[in-house]
């Protein structure tokens, strides 16, 4: 593989602030604590208020609208609302967690010397994958599975393997060789350089894959009540059968706050996980 | 069985005769890469003696960097065996192998999202040495290389200044006290500033260490400086020539070292002879300053000098005066002509003693003991002396290995025809 794979676009509120060293090797130049507080956490400080915003904003137009019926029945939150938003999530996260666990052994597998040469192709069909449409996808997936959500967790795991296997294997093509070598050098073995300094180094490319696949995921689970998958899916629809504007968007605000929330949260994790000293 | 350090490398080369015990011996070494006919590294002989700093230096593109990787086994060699301390680790598990050896390289690759004392604690970790020990060897190993415990321990590689870091690159390739270590250009990407004050250092730390080190670079100087043997490596890593510093400037033995050492070498040769080791011109004209001056006029006269030395009270050289200033009676002996610039102390080197010799008025240098008293005169054919004395022993040295060799060859060839008989 000659071609360097572009990682893919990183999410907007990062915390990407690494000190590039000086040219002439001095030591990097310390921004005062205080600022380069406020610089990196910017983005996960406001989400929260967006959301919470957000929630409150979409409570209030419930209240103060006028409803009928249809409207009560459709977003009683016992009924409706609660087990959608459960179903939504689980899709989410189950997806998520099966891309994981298909991709990131892929992505190390295909970033060995010995099995480096597989690492085009395989991604070249990847990503040809990715050329079909999400909806396309499901649809096939309910031909050969049938109803249910765990035909749109497998579509949906189908759909993100991508992104998290490109970055996998950049975040661990992107590791310094002279850092491996010096690894090797001191007689770490291949499994213990791969432990120890490859994948600690690939986690922050590895992750902002992880956080691209459940925002494709936590989107796409909005579609999964066509497949008889549940969802928020599900109220956005009878917003729209219904011709009922406050049904809508709640739904799709709903939907909207959940994508937030879940984007907030894998922030949290990859600034949490990140190592030190990167 | 050691044998004369052989000129094209063709029938092998080993350590000269006055070396210590081999701590490395690579027998026969080398490496082809698949696909290639030509190999990177053909088979390579070389003993690499204990406690001693061994320099490989060579053009770009010889192999030296391969071959010092060929040592511990990053590189598989496709022939020969490696003896280590008198075992054959040719098989054994690699990985175990590295732990015993230091490997420094120019990168330095320390492990960016790891702590100062974590990176040096990998081997001892690898050793499975208790955290105790493992933390009081960090901070020695920290003092060692001369960063402050206190504050870098918990510091991360990026906060560090590329000089910093290579001293941490040197203390964690220390890391379990390892007997020999693999330096490849650990000072390549230095400024020439701090790379002459860590090479200054690391020199002292091996004084104290005393570590077998093969050391890698492209940069002749820096060899001469840091080796105690030089092997000057030409294409595929054959040896042109092996041997101590000195005698590799003194006497080259052929173009490709003369060309490779480059001009001056005489020059650099004069680094490792000190002025106290050589006869000083005894008979230059001095006198004190308060002589008499007729007497002085007369002594001056009596010499075949330009220039006479006045001296003061304590014997310490005060000016340089000649025929004219003599002339001039108006004034005290140690009010005329130019003052007395160049000193140099006995334990300068040659070197140095040049740089004072070409600054001065009189085209001598005035050497002074420590208390700055008169002991003698260098001039330049003291040092045309020298060098020719250096080059004449080297080349006595290499006549004489010479023959040694032709000798041994004889013998061999007589018991090969005899085994051939039998």
């Not at chain 1, 300094?197 to 936590?218: D, K």
């Not at chain 1, 917003?239 to 809508?248: A, T």
Request: with cysteine; charged share 20%; hydrophobic share 40%.
């Amino acid at each position: 593989m000659s071609m360097p794979i572009p990682p893919l676009a990183t999410q907007a509120g990062e915390t990407q602030t690494i000190d590039a060293p000086t040219p002439d090797g001095g030591p990097s130049q310390q921004r005062p604590p205080g600022l380069r507080l406020v610089k990196t956490n910017a983005g996960l400080l406001i989400s929260p208020l967006i959301i919470v915003g957000g929630a409150l904003a979409l409570y209030l137009n419930y209240q103060w609208s006028d409803k009928i019926f249809q409207d009560i029945r459709a977003l009683d939150w016992n009924r409706n609302l609660r087990p959608q938003l459960e179903q939504h999530l689980s899709i989410t996260l189950w997806s998520t967690l099966f891309t994981i666990l298909i991709s990131v052994p892929l992505g190390i597998f295909l970033t060995r010397p010995a099995y480096k040469r597989l690492g085009g192709p395989i991604l070249a069909v990847a990503t040809s994958g990715q050329a079909i449409p999400a909806f396309g996808l499901l649809v096939l997936s309910f031909a050969w599975l049938g109803r249910g959500p765990w035909t749109t967790i497998w579509a949906l795991t189908l759909f993100t393997i991508l992104p998290v296997l490109r970055n996998t294997m950049v975040g661990l093509e992107q590791v310094n060789q002279s850092v491996i070598e010096a690894g090797r050098g001191m007689g770490l073995t291949k499994f213990q350089v791969l432990r120890q300094i490859e994948l600690p180094l690939a986690v922050p490319v590895i992750l902002a894959g992880v956080r691209t696949a459940l925002v494709i995921n936590v989107g796409m689970a909005a579609l999964a009540f066509l497949i008889g998958g549940g969802g928020l899916g599900a109220t956005i629809n009878a917003g729209i059968g219904l011709s009922r504007d406050l049904v809508l968007i709640t739904g799709a605000g709903l939907t909207a706050l959940v994508a937030l929330t879940v984007d907030w949260i894998a922030a949290l994790i990859e600034k949490a996980l990140r190592p030190r000293g990167l | 069985m050691t044998s004369s350090p052989s000129s094209n490398g063709d029938n092998g080369s080993t350590v000269p005769a006055d070396a210590p015990k081999t701590m490395i011996r690579l027998e026969g070494v080398g490496k082809t890469y698949p696909g290639t006919d030509v190999p990177a590294v053909s088979e390579l002989d070389l003993d690499i003696p204990e406690g001693e700093i061994l320099v490989l230096v060579g053009p770009s593109g010889c192999g030296k960097s391969t071959t010092l990787r060929l040592i511990n086994r990053m590189i598989e060699p496709t022939s020969g065996r490696i003896i280590f301390d008198g075992e054959d680790v040719t098989t054994v598990d690699p990985d175990h192998l590295r732990r015993r050896i230091g490997y420094v390289i120019q990168q330095i690759g320390l492990f960016p999202h790891q702590t100062i004392a974590q990176n040096i604690a990998t081997v001892p970790k690898l050793l499975g040495w208790d955290k105790k020990r493992i933390s009081a060897r960090v901070d020695e190993l920290l003092e060692v290389t001369g960063l402050d415990p206190s504050i870098y321990r918990s510091r991360y590689p990026k906060e560090l200044s590329g000089g910093q870091a290579q001293r941490v690159g040197v203390a964690r390739a220390l890391g379990a006290d390892p007997e020999v270590l693999l330096m490849d250009e650990p000072f390549g990407a230095i400024d020439p500033i701090t790379r002459d004050r860590l090479q200054n250092e690391f020199l002292r730390l091996q004084g104290e260490l005393k570590k077998t080190i093969v050391f890698v670079t492209h940069d002749i100087d820096e060899a001469i400086k840091m080796g105690d043997r030089i092997a000057i490596l030409g294409d595929q890593s054959r040896i042109a020539q092996f041997d101590t510093p000195e005698r590799i400037l003194a006497y080259p033995v052929d173009d490709f070292v003369s060309d490779f050492i480059g001009s001056g070498s005489t020059l650099k040769g004069l680094n490792f002879e000190r002025v106290r080791d050589i006869e000083l011109v005894h008979d230059f004209p001095v006198v004190d300053s308060t002589t008499d001056r007729t007497e002085a006029q007369r002594r001056f006269d009596a010499s075949d000098e330009k220039w006479m030395l006045v001296l003061d009270a304590q014997q310490r050289p005060q000016r340089w005066v000649n025929g004219t200033h003599l002339a001039d009676t108006s004034k005290p002996l140690d009010q005329l002509g130019p003052r007395v610039s160049a000193t140099v102390p006995p334990n300068a080197t040659l070197h140095d003693a040049l740089e004072e010799l070409l600054m001065s008025n009189a085209g001598q240098a005035v050497v002074i003991d420590n208390h700055g008293a008169y002991l003698g005169i260098l001039d330049v054919e003291r040092l045309a002396d020298v060098l020719k004395r250096m080059r004449s022993e080297a080349k006595k040295h290499y006549d004489q290995l010479a023959a040694t060799q032709e000798a041994d060859d004889r013998a061999a060839a007589h018991t090969d025809t005899h085994g051939v008989n039998a």
